[in-house]
């Protein structure tokens, strides 16, 4: 702060100028959160935060969050690779729609969703012809979360995977080195960083998914209600299980954040030492 | 200089934003300053009416919207359409609003007890019923109401803080009561319910879509959507759905909002949400 403080002073202007702005937006920001741990911290916050509707949304969060960071990793890694290594025609497409997740509002992703998956959906004829459906089952929140929080990990990968230089694979391949060695024993540990970054911000926003999971998954308590829909839906039911909730998804999405800067903190180290 | 000018405007302005909501909004109530000049005469006030009306009451209110505007030259009907819970919830926390139409009594007097209406016991003015509806190929085959306890159906219904899902509820009940559903009735076809629904109209979109084998709704939703197959439920086992409305103590155009209601409870009114599959309570 008094580092600022003096290089506006050089400049004969005065830091407000800065300050009062950012303090507007800091208040919005900060206020609002700091208002919710002042509610949730009652005498009641552990009956609400350990009553049934609350512990059976946070286990079916944590199952279905972590289910689609895994088929985010299985499937997002490869896609990465190729699209930062290999070129081929079509491959902006590829990338369009890769990033369209990121910015479609999800409500969007859950209509489209249905409209594909859904038992009269345009795919949905073939999926029950082999004894499968979709909709409001568990399996459906976890598609709606991997749709929006996949290309997130695809991204972050994408960038680790392209930042590594050519010459490192080059040279393992002189020495003999086939695609899947070159990857598993160089591009993977080197762009280990990106895939764990990417994991983090995936994992945040699967586990914040709501809009895709209400229209395509439903609300069934225990089995489609994540906790971001019984925070919704709590909020008619009495406040205090949504807001016992919404403290503990707070605190898990700090402690991800943490452990995110944390790791790109580390990767800035590595590029400094190379 | 002319930066922080700019700055100061801008947080100027972001604070007139956070201003208090009763605040008019300007854009509904200016006037173009250049406008040709017309006898002031002319122009009635331009007046914004909002109304919060239960999810069911869309079709039928956004007519009675309509009409209710031809009457009132330069008065704009806003709807809020949402489950009553929802809306009263929304009223509680302090949406601004001038009338409110609920599904059910305990949603209303949530308000009453609040001194948030502006009557100690609001009027109804129409009432309703529950129907079973099935996507219009009936892929679940449903022909009766024992079918739907059939374990292999899926079924949708409201949430049970919304008025239609307890109404629901208290139907699965009278029929558990009688020996030719069983006492298992209910537990059945709870069981079989494979999402609870925020308002009535998400039910009916998804079993329109045919995401759902059967729903149950109110008799006017069906009248609504008529592409879909129904069942009706006798009244031995129906409730009557009573629709109280009133005008809000908050409200910013209590003479409109009163004026309304009174449309709403004439026979015009009453016909209008008859048409729409409501019971009137003047018949």
Redesign the interface.
């Known amino acids: 702060m008094r580092h600022l403080f003096r290089r506006f002073s050089i400049d004969h202007n005065p830091g407000w100028?800065f300050i009062?702005?950012s303090l507007?937006l800091i208040g919005l920001l900060g206020l609002p959160l700091l208002a919710l741990a002042w509610r949730a911290l009652g005498k009641d916050f552990f009956n609400y935060a350990l009553s049934p509707t609350a512990i059976s949304a946070l286990k079916l969060s944590l199952l279905t969050s972590t289910t689609s960071v895994l088929i985010a990793i299985a499937t997002g890694t490869p896609l990465a690779y190729i699209l930062a290594r290999w070129d081929f025609h079509g491959k902006t497409a590829f990338e369009l729609l890769i990033d369209l997740p990121v910015v479609l509002p999800p409500s969007v992703a859950g209509l489209a969703l249905?409209i594909a998956f859904?038992?009269?959906g345009v795919f949905g004829a073939w999926l029950s012809a082999i004894g499968i459906t979709l909709?409001?089952t568990t399996a459906a929140v976890v598609v709606a979360q991997t749709f929006v929080s996949a290309p997130l990990f695809v991204r972050s990968a994408r960038v680790g995977f392209a930042e590594i230089d050519k010459q490192l694979e080059e040279a393992a391949t002189v020495e003999g080195a086939n695609e899947w060695q070159v990857f598993r024993f160089i591009m993977f540990p080197l762009a280990g960083r990106a895939l764990l970054s990417g994991l983090v911000l995936t994992w945040t926003r699967a586990l914040g998914e709501f809009g895709a999971t209400i229209m395509f998954?439903?609300?069934?308590?225990g089995k489609?209600q994540t906790m971001p829909l019984a925070i919704?839906?709590g909020?008619?039911?009495g406040l205090g299980v949504a807001v016992a909730l919404s403290v503990m998804l707070v605190v898990v999405s700090i402690v991800l954040l943490g452990i995110m800067r944390r790791l790109e903190r580390g990767s800035t180290v590595v590029m400094q030492d190379i | 200089m002319k930066?922080?000018a700019l700055?100061v405007l801008?947080?100027a302005a972001?604070?007139a934003a956070c201003g208090p909501a009763a605040t008019p909004t300007p854009a509904s109530t200016a006037v173009p300053p250049t406008a040709t000049p017309v006898p002031p005469t002319a122009i009635p006030e331009p007046r914004t009416l909002t109304v919060f009306a239960a999810a069911s009451l869309t079709d039928a209110f956004t007519e009675i919207g309509h009409n209710f505007e031809a009457a009132h030259p330069g008065v704009t009907v806003a709807f809020n359409f949402a489950?009553s819970?929802?809306l009263s919830?929304q009223i509680t926390q302090g949406a601004v609003a001038d009338v409110f139409a609920s599904a059910n009594h305990t949603e209303m007097d949530k308000l009453v007890t609040g001194s948030l209406v502006q009557q100690a016991a609001p009027n109804d003015f129409v009432t309703n019923k529950l129907v079973v509806i099935l996507?219009k190929d009936n892929?679940g085959n449903v022909t009766t109401l024992q079918d739907l306890a059939r374990s292999d159906l899926?079924l949708?219904i409201c949430?049970s803080?919304v008025p239609a899902g307890k109404y629901a509820r208290q139907i699965l009940d009278n029929m558990a009561k009688d020996p030719a559903f069983g006492a298992d009735f209910k537990t059945k076809v709870l069981a079989n319910?494979?999402?609870?629904?925020?308002d009535v109209k998400l039910v009916v979109t998804?079993v329109q879509?045919?995401?759902?084998d059967a729903g149950l709704v109110y008799i006017s939703d069906s009248v609504s959507a008529p592409e879909l197959k129904t069942i009706e439920i006798p009244a031995n086992y129906n409730v009557v759905a009573k629709y109280p409305i009133a005008a809000l103590t908050g409200a910013l155009q209590p003479g409109l909002a009163s004026d309304f209601i009174a449309y709403v409870l004439s026979a015009d009114g009453q016909a209008i949400l008859k048409k729409w599959g409501f019971t009137p309570v003047t018949p």
């Open positions: 100028v009062l702005p507007v249905l859904g038992r009269q909709p409001f998954a439903g609300n069934l308590e489609t919704y839906l909020f008619e039911r | 930066r922080i700055l801008l947080v972001l604070l489950g819970q929802t919830t996507p892929p899926k949708i949430d803080t319910v494979v999402s609870n629904e925020n998804k879509l045919g995401e759902a």
